[in-house]
Each structure stands twice: as structure tokens, then as C-alpha cells.
């Protein structure tokens, strides 16, 4: 993990300027707007710098590979929180890296134990879960609750599933920069103490 912020705000900045118009699935907002909306979500419901991080980047996998964006209307799941996970892990510990990489499984966690939840859901996000893997079965749940990050998954996809509001006016990313920093700090303290 490597601790130079400059290169990680460098980074998440060259990713945003070359992707972050293309479209969020077939929702209303661009891939950078939805994320923006994200984190700020987090931050107004206090969420700490990690999990604020966490939000802002969640769907940074999308931005990542080059399948298009209507990939899930052919069937084909990009299994971004992956991606996304893998690349965070570079200069973030697992209050970021973690609650990303089960965002998914977070929506097919609501799916099982919420009926109304995927009710709820909007018709792409609804279309993406069946490549998911549709509901968690009892077993998954199980081992979902018994996650340490599973509650800060939660949260960030309730975050997700609220930030597609077209007219929404929120702070661009250089407000986060210094959230980023913190997040990149600490895990590199984190890092230093588990040694
Ligand atoms: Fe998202």
C-alpha cells in the first residue's frame, strides 16, 4: 500500500476526468455524478473519512474495465466491486477497500432478508442483481452478518441506491481530497501497527 497521497488523488482525478461522464447504467446520472452524490450522502449522515472514501469510490470499477456501459442488458455482470477493491487496496486499508468490495453483496443480502427492498430497487439495478447471483440464500446471509464491514456495506448501499438524482447539487470532488488524504494516512498507521 503505498502511502503517497499525491499519487492516489492523482489517480482517482485521471480516472474521473476520462470516465466520469460516461453514463451509470441505464440510471439518469453520469458515473461521476452518482458518485459525488454518494459521498455525499455519507457525509452528511457522518459517516467517517474511510467510509465517506468508501462511497465516493465505490463504483470506481466501472471505470476501470472497457466493456460498455449497457454491458448488464447483454447479460454480462463487470463485477466491478471487485476490480474496484483490488485497485483501492494499492493505497487504502479495509474501512475503505472493504465495505466496496461487498456493496454487491450488500444488495443481494437487502434482497433476502427484505422483500420491499428489491421492490424498490430501480429497473437497471433490479436487471444487474439476477447477474449477480439474484437473493443471498440463507447460508450467504449467514456469512455475510459475519463480516466486520458488513454494517458500513450496508450503509453504503443505501448511499448507492439514493445517489441517482438528476438535478441533485453537490460538492465536486476536490471537497473530498482532504477525506482522501486522512483514508490514505490511516491506513498506511494501520499498516505500521499490524507490523
Ligand atoms: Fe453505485
Redesign the pocket.
Known sequence: MASDSARVIGEIRRVFAERGDSA?GGEAVSQQE?ALQ?AHLARIAGADAGLTVAALL??VGHLLHDLPDDAPDDGVDDRHERLAASWLARWFGAEVVEPVRL?VEAKRYLCAVDPSYERRLSEPSRLSLKLQGGPMTEAEVEAFQSSPHHAAALALRGW?DE?KDPHAVVEGLDAYIPLIEEANRSSCGDLRGER
Open positions: 451509470y452518482h454518494a465505490h463504483d456493496h448507492d445517489a
